[in-house]
């Protein structure tokens, strides 16, 4: 199987390729070419590096061809954590790779339908299942969603899966996971899924590493008992507690 990588040159897409890639599998991975990436990738034969001037300019051409021969694709792309990557341009950066990512799909008509795994976040509900959040929450993401853009783009790009692609898809397939507040550990340690948050992200945030969340994806995208349960879904992910405390 070969998998397409956006965002791989982050910190959980690094890890993201590294296992993918100890687990035996062939990557692409679509890199700006300012970006820093390990130097073992490009002696890598199981890894083709993509470089472009702008990850937002890929042509919907472009994408097709990037995507004709991999059966599954995963998104890590978010924005930087300072003044530009907040509030600068492009603002819908998720949302768009995701809707390209689709179209390019669509565009190639694949024989099987092609697994997509988006990382979002637990601060984003599932609407497809409704889940209850506090008032005072409710009160807190009305204002992020005016103050911090990034939130609104992972909303949308989750709804774009949820709304546009379905669950029945002819050539789409997907799952969006949700880690809660994001730490470094540098070893994959046992962690705890559940269909919608077991705590409140804002109130009461639990913690994700970014191991166990490359972990997940990995597993998503190889082993087809995990995505028959997660496919169509937006899984939640904390590390147990145990394993954040060691």
Request: charged share 20%.
């Amino acid at each position: 199987m070969k998998t397409l990588v956006v965002g791989a040159s982050g910190a959980t897409g690094k890890l993201l390729v590294e296992q993918l890639l100890k687990a035996g599998q062939s990557v692409k991975v679509i890199v700006r070419f300012s970006s820093s990436i390990p130097q073992t990738w490009k002696n890598n034969d199981r890894l083709m590096i993509i470089k472009v001037d702008a990850i937002e300019a890929i042509s919907i051409d472009a994408m097709t061809v990037y995507l004709e021969d991999c059966q599954s694709v995963a998104s890590c792309l978010g924005h930087n954590p300072n003044f530009k990557g907040i509030y600068g341009k492009p603002r819908r950066l998720v949302t768009d790779m995701i809707r390209l990512l689709c179209h390019a799909i669509i565009k190639n008509a694949p024989e099987k339908p092609v697994k997509m795994v988006l990382m979002n976040t637990a601060g984003n509900s599932n609407r497809d299942l409704n889940e209850r959040i506090s008032i005072g929450q409710k009160l807190v993401i009305g204002l992020l969603r005016l103050l911090l853009p990034p939130h609104v783009d992972n909303e949308k790009a989750a709804d774009y899966l949820r709304i546009k692609i379905g669950h029945k898809h002819p050539f789409v397939e997907w799952a969006a996971v949700r880690p809660d507040s994001l730490i470094t550990i540098e070893n994959v340690t046992a962690y705890s899924i559940y269909a919608s948050p077991a705590r409140s992200a804002l109130f009461d945030a639990g913690q994700t590493s970014r191991s166990n969340v490359a972990h997940f994806m990995c597993q998503l995208l190889l082993d087809d008992s995990v995505w028959e349960r997660w496919k169509g879904q937006m899984p939640v992910l904390y590390n147990d507690m145990i394993s954040a405390k060691s």
